[in-house]
């Protein structure tokens, strides 16, 4: 088979994609190695393509798109929810400093573990609940979450650092979606709407015991509010 490389123009021209660092990322990462090997030759067709276990390699404008909106430096530390491939994990790790990732499908994670390890990205991998977030790394400048959630899971809100920014694609339908950004300013969560988006669902693989957690409940609280006006 023909190994696919970069098209001429790659990535295409986003109007809304402008950040240089995310665009020199997504000209850097080889999108091909992260997708099953008959789909190379559409790797660098700006679509979203099946990876197995029913998920799917996100769209490229949609990597870029989040990338941008968390507005991440060399120093920020990222998690990523719903590694899939690892695609956009290793667009993460190309912007930021370290990425840490939560995969729920066992499978998934390890093939991703090994491939970023193996093209040298800072990127840690584990099998888990990512609604639960990563307390151990928290907490974190960025937070992308790559599934579509019923509601905004407040584990992740609570492990934002101060001036923090989390993505995530949020709605219960399978063909629609918003994308919010929410942002941690001086402790309290505000919240923008970036795009309608179709992802695949955030399943609930743990059972969320935090109830008792003081600080989750007013995360709860507050987070309910802020949706209270979509
Ligand atoms: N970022 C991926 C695309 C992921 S598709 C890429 O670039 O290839 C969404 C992924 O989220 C799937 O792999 C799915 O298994 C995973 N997922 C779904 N619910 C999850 C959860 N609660 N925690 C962690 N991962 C989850």
Redesign the pocket.
């Given at each position: 088979m023909r190994e696919p490389s970069h098209p001429r123009r790659w990535p295409p021209a986003w109007p809304d994609v402008t950040d240089p660092a995310v665009l020199a990322a997504i000209a850097a990462v080889p999108r091909h190695l992260?997708v099953p090997a008959q789909l190379r030759d559409q790797a660098y067709d700006d679509i979203p393509l099946p990876?197995g276990?029913g998920?799917?390699?996100?769209q490229p404008y949609i990597?870029a798109l989040m990338t941008q909106a968390l507005r991440l430096t060399r120093r920020s530390s990222v998690l990523e929810?719903?590694?899939?491939?690892?695609?956009?994990a290793a667009v993460l790790a190309q912007v930021a400093g370290h990425v840490w990732s939560?995969?729920?499908?066992p499978a998934?994670a390890g093939e991703a573990q090994e491939r970023l390890r193996r093209l040298g990205y800072a990127v840690d991998v584990k099998v888990g609940?990512?609604?639960l977030g990563w307390v151990e790394h928290a907490p974190f400048d960025g937070i992308l979450v790559?599934?579509a959630a019923p509601d905004v899971p407040p584990a992740l809100a609570l492990q934002l650092a101060e001036g923090g920014r989390l993505v995530i694609p949020v709605g219960e339908d399978a063909w629609e979606q918003h994308l919010w950004l929410i942002e941690c300013v001086r402790g309290r969560l505000r919240r923008e709407f970036l795009a309608d988006v179709r992802f695949?669902p955030?399943?609930?693989?743990a059972s969320q015991a935090e109830a008792a957690d003081e600080r989750l409940a007013e995360v709860r609280a507050e987070l309910k509010q802020l949706f209270r006006r979509s």
């Amino acid at each position: 088979m023909r190994e696919p490389s970069h098209p001429r123009r790659w990535p295409p021209a986003w109007p809304d994609v402008t950040d240089p660092a995310v665009l020199a990322a997504i000209a850097a990462v080889p999108r091909h190695l992260f997708v099953p090997a008959q789909l190379r030759d559409q790797a660098y067709d700006d679509i979203p393509l099946p990876i197995g276990y029913g998920q799917t390699i996100s769209q490229p404008y949609i990597v870029a798109l989040m990338t941008q909106a968390l507005r991440l430096t060399r120093r920020s530390s990222v998690l990523e929810v719903g590694t899939g491939s690892g695609y956009q994990a290793a667009v993460l790790a190309q912007v930021a400093g370290h990425v840490w990732s939560v995969e729920t499908v066992p499978a998934l994670a390890g093939e991703a573990q090994e491939r970023l390890r193996r093209l040298g990205y800072a990127v840690d991998v584990k099998v888990g609940d990512g609604r639960l977030g990563w307390v151990e790394h928290a907490p974190f400048d960025g937070i992308l979450v790559a599934a579509a959630a019923p509601d905004v899971p407040p584990a992740l809100a609570l492990q934002l650092a101060e001036g923090g920014r989390l993505v995530i694609p949020v709605g219960e339908d399978a063909w629609e979606q918003h994308l919010w950004l929410i942002e941690c300013v001086r402790g309290r969560l505000r919240r923008e709407f970036l795009a309608d988006v179709r992802f695949v669902p955030l399943v609930s693989t743990a059972s969320q015991a935090e109830a008792a957690d003081e600080r989750l409940a007013e995360v709860r609280a507050e987070l309910k509010q802020l949706f209270r006006r979509s």
